[in-house]
Nanobody, 127 residues
Framework: QVQLVESGGGLVQAGGSLRLSCAAS????????MGWFRQAPGKERECVAA????????YYADSVKGRFTISRDNAKNTVYLQMNNLKPEDTAVYYC????????????????????WGQGTQVTVSS
């Protein structure tokens, strides 16, 4: 079992920044590729960023490229999502997720491939 706890969400004005953190406990964090997903009301859950076990590969949705940065610290069992130049359309509940992965370089953007999920943290961007 892996427990994931997100933090760092909140209310911010357009153009502002937030840094989300996801602390993991349980089985070895370094065995998991990690992802950040978001879900807005009435919309499907989408992957905004993902990172491989070794951090060598990272994925960003087109809508957040150049604004969001995913990183991980395996020594601290934590994955981060730095969000800059936030827009009202970024408003959603943000979830981190862990995907048990054999390969150091592989990552996934598909929700059903992820094994564990956090409870989510609300991000609201006002115009």
């Amino acid at each position: 079992q892996v427990q994931l706890v997100e933090s760092g969400g909140g209310l911010v004005q357009a153009g502002g920044s937030l840094r989300l953190s996801c602390a993991a406990s349980g089985h070895s964090f370094s065995n998991y590729a990690m992802g950040w997903f978001r879900q807005a009301p009435g919309k499907e859950r989408e992957c905004v960023a993902a990172i491989s076990r070794s951090s060598v590969n990272r994925y960003y949705a087109d809508s957040v490229k150049g604004r969001f940065t995913i990183s991980r610290d395996n020594a601290k069992n934590t994955v981060y999502l730095q969000m800059n130049n936030l827009k009202p359309e970024d408003t959603a509940v943000y979830y981190c997720a862990a995907n048990l992965m054999t390969m150091l370089w592989r990552l996934s953007t598909t929700p059903y491939e992820y094994d564990y999920w956090g409870q989510g943290t609300q991000v609201t961007v006002s115009s």
